[in-house]
C-alpha cells in the first residue's frame, strides 16, 4: 500500500479536514468501508455504527461534512437549490475514493455506505457516475431533485452485478417510500444486484436488523478478498 494521506484543500468546504479513519489500520485491513454520514450527524455517528457492526479486519473511512451537511436545502428540492455544495458534495467522494485508489485499494475493495443524506448523497453518485465498488448499503436515502430522473447507462461503468442493498422504512418522515423505491430501480435498470427492504419502523435510525445485514455484506466481502490474496500468493 502506498502513503495514507488524504487530499484536502480549501476551495472545498467538505475537503479541508481529512476523513476520520476508524476499525483496522488502511496498511493492515482487508477491506475498506466508505461511511458517509447523514445531515447533522458527523463521522462520530458512523463510527458508532462501525462499533456496532464490530467486525476486524475492516478500515473505516468517515468523510466529514461541512457544518455536519452536505448540502443545505432537503433531498427533493430542485437541484440548483443545493448547489454548489452538492457538487462540491461528490467531488469530495470522488476524491476521496481517487486517494483510496492512489493508495493502492483497488474499487473492487472499497464499500460504499450512506446513511440519511449520506445515502442520498452516495446514491447521486452511484447514478451519475456508476463507478467499480464492492457492494454499496444505502439505507434511508434516494436521489436527488424533485421527480423522476432518466439515468443512461455510462460506457464501461462499475454496475453491473453489483450488490447493492437499499433499506428504507415504509413511513420515514425525511425519506419517502415514493423515492426510496425507483431509486432501487434505477440502480437495478442499470445492472446492479439490488435486495430491496423496507421496514414498519417510525425512527429515523439504523435498526438492530440493518447492522446484521451490513455486518454479513461486509464479512462475505472481506472473505472473498481473504481468499483472493491467498490464491494469489499460493496458486494451485
Not at 473511512?61 to 436545502?73: E, H, I, K, S
Not at 461503468?157 to 442493498?165: N, R
Request: a negative charge; glycine letters at 8%.
Amino acid at each position: 500500500m502506498g502513503g495514507t494521506a488524504f487530499t484536502t484543500t480549501p476551495e472545498n468546504p467538505h475537503l479541508t479536514a481529512p476523513p476520520v479513519l476508524h476499525g483496522a489500520p488502511l496498511d493492515q485491513a482487508g477491506l475498506v468501508v466508505y461511511a458517509v454520514h447523514g445531515r447533522t450527524q458527523g463521522p462520530a455517528f458512523m463510527v458508532e455504527q462501525a462499533d456496532r457492526v464490530n467486525l476486524p479486519g475492516v478500515a473505516w473511512v468517515c468523510p466529514q461534512a461541512d457544518a455536519d451537511t452536505w448540502y443545505p436545502q432537503g433531498f427533493l428540492a430542485p437541484l440548483d437549490d443545493n448547489q454548489p455544495r452538492l457538487d462540491q458534495a461528490l467531488d469530495t467522494v470522488r476524491t476521496h475514493l481517487a486517494d483510496l485508489g492512489r493508495m493502492g485499494w483497488a474499487a473492487q475493495d472499497v464499500v460504499l455506505f450512506g446513511f440519511s443524506q449520506g445515502a442520498c448523497l452516495l446514491a447521486e453518485y452511484l447514478l451519475r457516475d456508476q463507478p467499480s465498488c464492492a457492494s454499496a448499503f444505502l439505507h434511508t436515502g434516494g436521489y436527488l431533485g424533485p421527480g423522476k430522473r432518466p439515468w443512461p447507462a455510462v460506457p464501461e461503468s462499475g454496475l453491473p452485478g453489483t450488490e447493492t442493498v437499499l433499506l428504507c422504512a415504509e413511513e420515514d418522515e425525511f425519506v419517502p417510500l415514493d423515492r426510496a423505491e425507483p431509486t432501487a430501480g434505477a440502480l437495478a435498470s442499470l445492472g446492479a444486484r439490488i435486495e430491496f427492504t423496507t421496514y414498519d419502523d417510525p425512527l429515523h435510525h439504523l435498526n438492530e436488523d440493518s447492522i446484521v445485514r451490513l455486518r454479513r455484506m461486509l464479512r462475505t466481502r472481506l472473505l472473498e478478498r481473504v481468499e483472493i490474496v491467498a490464491e494469489a500468493e499460493h496458486p494451485a
